[in-house]
């Protein structure tokens, strides 16, 4: 044993051959060479389930053991602080103490703070400067948007917050921004914001996550010597999960290891799934070239899954063409094949995997090791749904159940408070959502009232509102909302539970407020309540569906037994299961239409590495399931099965349809008109004729029109609730709204109205809302 500059004691080096297996027995000879290659670049090219894991551990380990480095030496970057703990578990349970004397192992975050905290000064901060989180970041920048009277309104504090956010992973400072960029926010406002963020952050000797890093590049930029003494000072650099970088960790990487170019990254370009949050397949794909004479090490023995699945998600990645290529392949024999298979709709594609899981459950396969992964959070709901009327367990990973999230909880809010103008805690949940300018002192003012008259915080708002006690712009807000919910409960009788959602978050603004951000965060949120008012049309009165509500919720407080694992694909990485359920395989849901139109190709090969992904998490069994039909924006619409379907090499898939006809029906012929990237594909040498087996197969299936269409509702048609329309509106009417003023109605379809109001824009509205004007 021998003491290392932090007085922690490292074993000595081991001279016999039983301490030689310890470190190195059981890696396959790729893990076992990436290992000992100590000197160099190294990347370490690591397929889904191969083990990385246990290699970077044993490398670290083994560069201890050999005394290459002192544990202070070495710089060792994860992206979690999960992985963080699990590699110095991992390494403890090797070397024994000496992990203790690591400093710089851990997440980029945390080592860029530590670093920062020596260097502060030279980015104008003291050495105790506060980390703020999202909320005061958020809050901060509202002061700054309000103090230059813009419309927060129109230009959301939120949006400013994510545009910052990507600038900083870009590794722009406000200078750096160009035309382009600075024209994102706020008419050509977003340079100025970002400076003025970026100076009240200093004034208050503080940072935001993305400042630890970009901070860091800075100094590293500018001064020398702090760059060269961090170049001297770590003799080897190793990074997990290499793909997932974004641009300011790439060049804060890159700059840290020029001089020794002792550097390993691990990681699998065909598992780059974050481009959303920054991340750059890119970076993984040209390592070769930053660092010359790189060894790439590919590790393919996959140990986690059967040949069939890996066959299939190994057919599907090489349709890919950004990618360095491998094959995984596995020692195990049999499994079954990949199921496809072909079912009616949304409802119909819950029924089926609901039943599978109570066959495998019989069966005795545990429930924990089963998991439906979802494209798009507002896919769960079917399934809760589903689980909760067969007593199924499930527990949502990674993000909310879908009656748990925010805005479905102020949209039930207000559907309680409708139903039951007593609840106040709905009442205190909305009674300022969305900002309607009443604050606390109004709520305040409210329970003294209610208090002392023994009424209902609405009521009591009701009777303030003919005293003095408020302010009259509080007192106007009140009684407009007021009226809105008398109008809501009058509509209870004569509208669906879908129809008065629908129109209670219109005319509440709360809709409105979330166009505003115009964010993909509140993109998902819109989904969500769409989704919402998509599932309140199964149900006959409003009571019905609350009632159901209580019973899925109360599904939370259910015994700690074994579930079924719902998540997200992007969730699911890292993880695996004995069977993996994959519903919602069609075009326009998977791959995502909105990643298609906003990302065209590269976000088309991004969508593919995960479908790869999800493929890959299964380790016995694996299921995708597509839909004839399916709820788009509330619209039932015909759907066409995933062009990745037409991809999985067909000796690797089993295919299946409930509908009569055989899966030729389902494999729809992908002409080109229904192909939006046939062209960008057609122009590249080399790709034309690389579509793989299933195109083959898909194109001798008989003719199919791919091309969505709205079809009739399978059940409970949406017309058998409407109200008749009234005789004396129709098109080009000039009518008076309440709420939006005088318009002309400019369409019809039952009781249904769209709009043209001379001062709101084109509204859809309930013709009971509106009057003919005089």
């Known amino acids: 044993m021998f003491p290392n500059r932090s007085g922690v004691t490292v074993p000595a080096h081991p001279d016999s051959a039983a301490a030689d297996n310890a470190w190195l027995d059981g890696l396959n000879p790729p893990q076992r060479e990436a290992v000992l290659t100590s000197e160099g670049p190294v990347l370490m090219l690591a397929g889904a389930g191969t083990g990385k894991t246990a290699a970077l551990t044993a490398r670290l380990a083994n560069l201890l053991r050999e005394r290459k480095a002192w544990p202070s030496e070495i710089l060792c970057v994860t992206f979690t602080n999960r992985a963080a703990r699990e590699m110095r578990e991992r390494v403890g349970a090797l070397i024994g103490p000496a992990v203790e004397g690591m400093p710089w192992l851990g997440t980029f975050h945390a080592i860029a703070a530590r670093m920062l905290r020596r260097h502060a000064e030279l980015v104008g901060l003291q050495s105790n400067f506060t ?53 994102a926010w706020a008419n050509g406002k977003g340079q100025r914001f970002y400076t003025l963020y970026q100076d009240r952050l200093r004034a208050l000797n503080a940072c935001d996550f993305g400042d630890l890093l970009l901070h860091m590049l800075n100094i590293f930029r500018r001064e020398r010597d702090v760059l060269e003494s961090y170049q001297q000072r770590f003799k080897y650099v190793m990074v997990d999960e290499y793909q997932d970088t974004n641009a300011v960790q790439y060049l804060w990487l890159r700059l840290i290891a020029q001089t020794r170019k002792n550097i390993c ?29 790189a060894k790439v090490i590919r590790l393919e023995q996959n140990y986690r899954s059967t040949p069939h699945i890996l066959g299939a998600a190994s057919g599907l990645i090489a349709e890919n063409s950004e990618r360095l290529g491998k094959t995984l392949w596995t ?64 527990r949502i990973v990674g993000g909310f159940r879908f009656y748990e999230r925010a805005e479905i909880r102020d949209a039930l809010a207000y559907l309680r408070l409708i139903s039951s103008p007593s609840d106040d805690l709905a009442f205190e949940r909305i009674y300022n959502t969305p900002k309607r300018g009443l604050g606390d002192k109004t709520l305040e003012k409210l329970h003294r009232f209610a208090r002392a008259q023994s009424v209902p915080l609405l009521r009591a708002a009701l009777d303030i509102c003919d005293t003095d006690e408020l302010p009259a712009r509080a007192r106007n807000t009140l009684i407009a909302l007021i009226r809105d919910f008398a109008r809501w409960r009058d509509n209870v009788a004569t ?28 993109s998902g949120r ?20 609350l009632e159901h509500v209580s019973l899925v919720m109360d599904n939370e407080n259910a015994a700690d037994t074994e579930k079924v694992t719902i998540m997200t694909m992007h969730g699911a990485k890292g993880l695996e299961f004995d ?74 898939i089993e295919e299946e349809t ?42 001798a299936t008989q003719d199919f029109n791919p091309v969505p269409r709205r079809i009739a509702e399978p059940s409970r048609s949406a017309a058998s609730f409407a109200s008749k329309p009234r005789t004396d509106v129709h098109i080009g009417t000039r009518v008076f709204h309440d709420k939006f003023g005088y318009g002309t109605v400019a369409a019809q379809e039952g009781n249904k109205l769209e709009i043209d109001f001379e001062t709101a824009g084109r509204k859809r509205v309930i013709d009971s809302f509106v009057k003919p004007a005089a």
């Open 658 to 699: 409930t509908l009569s006809g055989g899966a030729s029906l389902w494999r729809a012929q992908w002409s080109e008109h229904a192909d939006p990237f046939a062209d960008v594909v057609r122009n590249q040498p080399g790709k034309a004729a690389s579509r793989g087996p299933g195109w083959q197969r898909a194109a």
């Open 131 to 183: 980390i703020i989180d999202t909320d005061d970041q958020l809050r901060l920048l509202k002061q700054l948007i309000q103090a230059e009277g813009i419309d927060d309104k129109r230009w959301p504090a939120r949006q400013l917050a994510g545009l910052i956010d990507r600038w900083k992973n870009r590794g722009y400072n406000p200078a750096d921004l160009d035309a382009l960029e600075n024209e």
């Open 265 to 293: 990254v691990v990681g699998d370009d065909d598992q780059s799934i974050y481009s959303w949050r920054g991340a750059e397949v890119a970076n993984i794909l040209r390592f070769e070239k930053d660092f010359p004479g």
């Open 331 to 394: 020692e195990r024999d049999g499994g079954d094949k990949v199921r496809v298979i072909g079912v009616w709709d949304g409802p119909e594609e819950a029924r089926r995997v609901g039943e599978d899981i109570e066959r495998l459950e019989r069966e005795g396969l545990p429930l924990d090791r089963v998991a439906i992964l979802v494209r798009a959070q507002f896919q769960t709901r079917e399934f809760e749904d589903r689980f909760i009327q067969i007593g199924l367990g499930y």
């Open 526 to 545: 819109l989904e969500n309540l769409t989704e919402l008012a998509r599932a309140m049309e199964e149900y006959e009165t409003l009571g019905d569906f």
């Open 495 to 522: 509208l669906t539970p879908a129809e008065l959602v629908r129109t209670m978050l219109e005319e509440s603004g709360y809709t409105a407020a979330l166009q505003a951000e115009k964010s993909t965060e509140a």
């Open 579 to 652: 069977q993996v359920f994959l519903p919602g395989w069609e075009e326009g849901v998977f791959p995502s239409q909105r990643s298609l139109d906003e990302g065209g190709l590269a976000s088309l090969e991004e969508e593919r590495r995960l479908a790869y992904v999800a493929i890959t998490r299964a380790r016995r069994r694996c299921t995708i399931i597509h839909a004839a039909n399916r709820r788009i924006y509330g619209q039932w619409t015909s759907s066409i099965p995933s062009r990745f379907i037409g991809e999985l090499p067909a000796e690797h």
